[in-house]
């Protein structure tokens, strides 16, 4: 009895200095966690200087700028998974019948797996790089709201990258008991509800981390804008991209709980033989309507934080303010809420009353509107401007072009005859990759381009930056025509082989556009491969930036905040450590 | 929603909205006119309530976001040095910014990014460009 009691005294002693030892740590990290440290701020020396080194700092760190470049990093690898998975599809697709992958489940495993990363772990993850690192610098905040949230925002995401993709690892270790999802990133029940592979499992909880990382940090954004703002900022000059990060911030705490619910009951119906799905239960069209009603307001999730990094960017190099900055916002606002009545626009073939049809058509036409109106804004800003043809700029106009033939021809779809007669056609697969590539990948490399000074102390090459530009455009051209031409000849997508009657689709055009489109694929590839070059070796050899305004926008009187932090970094910057406290190669000095 | 709330400006910088309202609105009232699919009080119910929730909540932000950028504009105007440079360009398109000659030359040639090569060094750097500390 004495000795229970002894060692339970032993224990609890062990706990206790457990605690203290803890709770003295956490003091430590509240010594590097600039809002928990009360005035240190970006530019201070007491917030960088207790960062600790190395590999140590990346995983600790609570800086906004950090995270920032964490989530750009993921973003990448994400990038060049889903990019690498889409290049063996586009190679599969060069001949009708399955001559390269071996078997119609390695296709659907890398078509579920392009899908789900190129949208959820490199879509997202790419704007909450720039979000997280210059909101705070461009509304004037010492950082973001929570700053461990948006830590721990971020480091749910690799768990969930893997879990994604553990079937594809996990098929050689177990003897393929364990395969990639192949469900297609819309998961349509049933059959993703009765797929007996445990990858679809793990695929899910993936899925529902990287939600819970996204509800996350459109929370700290939202309090940060409204909170953490400068005395100087207001609504009438916040400026553009702020504005599109809350509105995308707000759709997300609408839209991705509701992924999260549906994820479950897909998970209860796999395992534990509930009926949300079920056809005599539920109804597999139950999940469509879940589906969508989360995943159509995720199109604009995605789509308008690159819209406005374009609205930022593109009057930087024509001269001029944006014009309708105004018009910009409220239609932003408009895109927002109009977002969440149109989902069954993608339900129009499943059967559903046409009534019901109809009214999803009207307010999917409406949506069109706010839509185009940034279109005019944008041309409106280059009329009669002065434009610089940089490289941000470039990726800005090509950007607009994209968005023309990619919102039309999504205009087209909202008809519901016409989207009858496209509906699962690659007609639909051009449409959202002249979005999703031309537009949000497009807008992505332009704000890389415009920010690398910031972000690495460095410049680009100009000419690399420029050839990334026009392949990338070239390739996109080339291949998405195709693909909206194959969905004319009624091309079905999801589809591994071809090989079918030519009643159904001309065989022969059908294959000339397939190769066409795979030889877009590989121009985009290479593009990448010098995107990719371009930025590693300037950050490692680039010309090191010395003027604060390295895009000569006082000139126009458009020098802004962020730009302003980088001038102040610079003054503060020994002469012997020209490097920035931006990406913590260097610290800025004591004095 | 007071003329005094809403100047003449920010009505018209409300117009965006207002063309998806009344294209809604449009089909409200057609729906509620012409009815080609039989009556269905259910199914006429979710189809006229698609739309006029989508309506009366574009309604709602748009007027709740045009009050408080009213509302946010009305303070710059009154004390505008203790606030930072409004966002909004001028209305007149061909207005430009200040300095239009020394650009007019950027425009015409298309010059590539505004990097003086003064302002970069050339030679790379030996400094280690990823060690922290």
Known sequence: MAGEQLALTVLMGVFLVGVVSLVSRMENLRAYAPLTSGDAGYGDSAATGHKPSGLLRWLTTVDHKDIGILYGVYATVAFVWGGLAVMLMRVELTTPALDVLGSTGVYNGLLTSHGITMLFLFGTPIIA???????????????????????????????????????????????????????????????????????????????????????????????????????DVNWANLDIFSWTILTQSALILFAFPLLGSAIIMLLLDRNFQTAFFAVNGGSPILWQHLFWFFGHPEVYILVLPPMGLVSWILPKFSGRKLFGYKFVIYST??????????????????????????????????????????????????????????????????????????????????????????????????????????????????????????????????????????????????????????????????????????????????????????????????????????????????????????????????????????????????????????????????? | MSSRTFDRETLLDLIVNAIPLAMMAFFVGVFVLYNPFGTDIANQAIQLSIVVITFSALVLLTYFSARAISNAEAELKADPEEFAEPQAAAADPSELTSSDE???????????EHVDDESVEAEPTDEEPTDAE
């Open chain 1, 333 to 591: 606002l408009a895109i927002g809420v109009l977002s969440f009545g149109v989902w069954a626009h993608h339900m129009f073939s499943t059967g559903i009353d046409p009534r019901i049809r109809a009214s999803f058509m009207a307010v999917s036409l409406a949506i069109a509107i706010p839509s185009a109106v940034k279109t005019f804004n944008w041309i409106a800003t280059m009329w009669n401007g002065n434009i610089r043809l940089t490289a941000p700029m470039l990726f800005c106009i090509g950007f607009v072009a994209n968005f023309v033939i990619g919102g039309i021809t999504g205009v087209f779809l909202a008809a519901i005859p016409i989207d009858l007669v496209l509906h699962d056609t690659y007609y639909v697969v051009g449409h959202f990759h002249w979005i999703v590539m031309g537009m949000i990948a497009f807008a992505a490399f332009g704000a890389i381009y415009y920010w690398f000074p910031i972000v690495t102390g460095k410049m680009y090459q100009k000419r690399l930056a420029k050839m990334h530009f026009w392949l990338s455009e070239i390739g996109v051209v080339i291949t998405f025509f195709a693909m909206l031409l194959l969905g004319y000849l009624g091309m079905p997508r999801r589809y591994a082989t071809y090989e079918f009657n030519g009643l159904i689709a001309p065989l022969s055009q059908v294959t000339t556009l397939h190769q066409v489109a795979t030889l877009g694929a590989f121009i985009i590839l290479f593009a990448q491969i010098i995107w990719v070059f371009n930025l590693v070796q300037s950050y490692l050899e680039g010309p090191v930036v010395e003027t604060e305004d390295p895009w000569d926008l006082k000139e126009t009187g458009q020098y802004s905040r962020e730009f302003e932090w980088f001038a102040e970094q610079l003054d503060s910057t020994d002469d012997d450590a020209p490097a920035l406290a931006a990406d913590g190669r260097g610290e800025p000095s004591d004095d």
């Open chain 1, 129 to 231: 790089a720039f979000s997280n690192y210059f909101i705070p610098l461009l509304i004037g905040a010492d950082d973001m709201a929570f700053p461990r949230i948006n830590g721990i925002a971020f480091w749910l995401l690799p768990p969930a990258a893997l879990l994604i993709w553990a079937g594809f690892f996990l098929d050689p270790l177990t003897g393929g008991t364990v395969e990639a999802a192949q469900t297609s990133w819309v998961m349509y029940a049933p059959l993703s509800a009765e797929q007996a592979n445990q990858g679809v499992d793990l695929m899910l909880l993936g899925l529902h981390l990287s939600g819970i990382s996204a509800t996350l940090g459109a929370i700290n954004f939202i309090v940060t804008i409204f909170t953490e703002r400068s005395p």
């Open chain 2, 102 to 112: 020394s650009h007019g030359e950027t425009a015409a040639t298309g010059r590539d």
